[in-house]
């Protein structure tokens, strides 16, 4: 199988990008990595989770600029991951759009992927006790980011679902925007949903 990036250009055709230029950080058309997630991020550039598919504990982090046309050099990061823990257990990413952000959560922690700095992980967030013991766990992650509204890059939404009660819960968590920090003793929580597997946002 040949894992590698690919894009549909303005005649809707299937396209492979340029051979690597001379400062291109990877190989577009020669990755040999399983891409887990992918979100449009800071600078706008997208921030890729690549898994070693013989290695499931072996992450990288790829960085692609798509903001300009393809001169072999749209790969422009490549970083380790694989100093995170659990990242393999991950169920949920979310990325950042102020700073370079990103998180992952596990079943009932979330983590701070430190990318650019040794691809270790900071525990950020984990889910309180009661919510543990009752048997939610988290589903999905959305980082808010619409551009020019005063919250953008700082809430990060957490949802949580209990399989036995078919019973979910957001958690809306105020987060230092450049360093990604959470701030705990602001978490709110709303009830009334079922499984959250996505957001967005709608102005009124």
Request: hydrophobic letters at 35%; one cysteine or more; aromatic letters at 12%.
């Amino acid at each position: 199988m040949q894992r590698r990036f690919l894009y549909i250009d303005g005649q809707k055709l299937l396209k492979t990008f340029k051979e690597a230029g001379a400062s291109a950080a990877f190989d577009m058309n020669a990755v040999g990595k399983d891409m887990v997630y992918a979100e449009h991020g800071f600078e706008k550039k997208w921030y890729c989770v690549m898994c070693d598919p013989d290695n499931v504990t072996d992450h990288s982090v790829y960085v692609c600029d798509f903001s300009k046309f393809d001169d072999g050099n749209r790969g422009v990061g490549k970083y380790s991951a694989s100093g995170c823990t659990d990242m393999k257990d991950a169920k949920a990413f979310a990325v950042g759009n102020r700073s370079e952000l990103l998180y992952y959560a596990t079943a009932t922690e979330v983590k701070q992927c430190n990318f650019k700095d040794g691809g270790t992980s900071t525990l950020r967030y984990t889910l309180p006790n009661e919510l543990i013991q009752a048997g939610y766990e988290i589903t999905m992650m959305y980082l808010f980011k619409v551009s020019g509204n005063e919250n953008e890059g700082k809430l990060l939404y957490v949802g949580v679902y209990n399989s036995t009660t078919g019973e979910g819960k957001l958690l809306e968590c105020p987060i230092v925007e450049t360093s990604g920090e959470v701030l705990k003793d602001k978490v709110e929580t709303y009830d009334g949903f079922k499984k959250i597997t996505h957001m967005a946002y709608k102005s009124k």
